[in-house]
């Protein structure tokens, strides 16, 4: 076991963020996750040694007063949509300046930042390109750093599975932008593992790992493939550019929107990766038919009703 750390984590209470602050709490380390809203993370109080506290990781007195005493931090904050006072620019550019900076302050060496794979200064779409601007924040800081890339992540809170999962369930036929687009998931825990493991690695400062599953599928594969595990196979109609456009400024007007114009956009490039996993972390990268049967299939749904019923007595 490496020594023991007290980390802070932002974005500690999303998708990725509960299996990295499960995989700290294995290890043995303190984990302090700030939150904007302490209820969204109420499934990390059952950690036995994390500290949940409720802020707002955009406020430097915020972030300085939680960096003072920890040894490192990890910054998983991220969103796919703009909205309101929630921009890219906010979010992905000026969070991890702030985080430098309360680094900086609080005396902490070491910095883990989660970015995405295809970020870059010319990437088709302006969350790949506030993505890359982060990572240049965070290269620039002076700090121990350690940047992934990863393709897209599935799990069993993902939003991208579940999301077709979900479509599949409902629609008789499934009109499908960006159809053709490749991916290469990745699965959110080995994810979790990658980073975990690279906390204590000085071997890792400096370094940017792209992390991808072992196989790449097109989106209309990944679809197909969720409509059988689950029970529910749709027709998949894919839709041209215009029509595709079309589809994603109507859903734009969404709550919580399903897709946008710059999802669209960053679609446009192939999002695999151009060499293997990282052997650095003693990771063998799971592949999706190894792990999504186990929470999209229909047996694994009724299981878990089953367990619900059992638990609430009925
Ligand atoms: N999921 C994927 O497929 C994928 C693929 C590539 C890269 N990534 C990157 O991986 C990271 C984690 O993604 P995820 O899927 O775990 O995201 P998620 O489930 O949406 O969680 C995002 C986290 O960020 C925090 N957050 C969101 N907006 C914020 C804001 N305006 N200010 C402060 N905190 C904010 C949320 O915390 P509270 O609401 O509790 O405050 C939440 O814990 C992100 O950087 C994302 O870009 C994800």
Redesign the pocket.
Known sequence: MSARQRVLV????????RHVAAKLSAAGHDIVVI???RE??RHLLLLPTMEVVEG???DSAVLARYAAGATAAIN????LHERGR?TFE??HVE?PGLLVAACQGAGIRRILH????GAGADAPSRYLRS?AAGEDAIAASGLAWTLFR????FGPE?T?LNLFAKLSRLLPVIALAGASARFQPVYVGDVAACIVAALPDDETSGQRYDLCGPHVYTLEQLVRYVGEVTGTPRPIVPLGPRLASLQARMMEWLPGPLLTRDNLLSMQRDNVCDCAFPSRFGVAPSPIEAIAPGWLAPASRSSRFDSYRAQSGR
Do not use: E
């Open positions: 932002l974005g500690g209470s999303g998708f990725v963020g939150t904007r809203h969204r993370a707002d990781p955009c998983l904050v991220g969103i929630q906010r979010v969070l989660l970015s995405a794979l993505k990863p393709s897209v992540i993902d991208f």
